[in-house]
């Protein structure tokens, strides 16, 4: 009996450590994310913002990744873009597509303690519509809006899913650090782009 009680414990023990250790999807994540830190690509989980389609295709659901390079020479405009069709497109909530070139509609989640819907501001960029994402093929699926601000630029992508065997079953892990530089590359030349339009 007491054979018995000894390999219960045992077994307990075994079962407790292996509920400890991080599934095989999580150690793949935990890899991608550590080399983008490692390319100063500042990866964070985020709460999908609401301008940008999340879980279920529905805006604002759910968590995406968030990762944000900083370019300390550069100053950008603010804009958000989302993805339509594989291409750049302008969030058409934040701005105002109207002919008068000094005027931009500011939502109300942006605009603070203003009490117009119209601020004399510089038109918004337009520089980045209709440019194709041009990313490597197992991120571009899963990239979701850009957004610009002072010195960063910051891609929303759902890069769990570059990770998970069920939506990218190409995934292998020496690869991430070049399909990183290449998502690196490519939010510096969007940046040069938006540079020169100012």
Same mark, same amino acid.
């Given at each position: ?24 999807? /999580? @150690?793949?994540? /935990? ?12 990866? *964070?989980?985020?709460? &999908? ?5 999340? *879980? ?9 990744? @968030?990762? &944000? ?21 302008? /969030? ?21 303690? @203003? ?6 501001? *510089? ?5 980045? /519509? ?18 610009? *601000? %002072? ?26 650090? %070049? ?20």
């Amino acid at each position: 009996m007491g054979m018995w009680i000894a390999i219960a414990i045992v077994l307990f023990v075994l079962g407790s450590m292996m509920a400890l250790k991080p599934s095989g999807i /999580d @150690q793949r994540l /935990d890899k991608l994310r550590m080399t983008a830190r490692r390319l100063q690509l500042n990866p *964070k989980l985020v709460t &999908c913002p609401d301008w940008v389609k999340g *879980k279920d295709n529905e805006y604002g659901r759910g968590m995406l990744g @968030q990762y &944000c390079l900083v370019l300390d020479d550069m100053q950008l405009p603010h804009t958000r873009y989302q993805v339509i069709d594989g291409q750049w497109r302008p /969030d058409s909530s934040f701005v105002d597509t109207s002919t008068e070139d000094t005027k931009l509609t500011i939502p109300s989640a942006i605009r603070s303690s @203003q009490n117009n819907t119209k601020t004399d501001v *510089k038109k918004t960029n337009f520089s980045l /519509d209709k440019m194709p994402l041009d990313l490597p093929v197992s991120i571009e699926p899963f990239v979701k809006g850009l957004l610009t *601000k %002072a010195n960063s630029i910051v891609i929303y992508w759902e890069d769990i899913a570059y990770v998970r065997p069920s939506t990218n079953p190409a995934y292998q892990q020496k690869l991430i650090e %070049a399909d990183l530089l290449a998502l690196k590359e490519n939010l510096e030349r969007w940046a040069l782009q938006m540079q020169k339009q100012l």
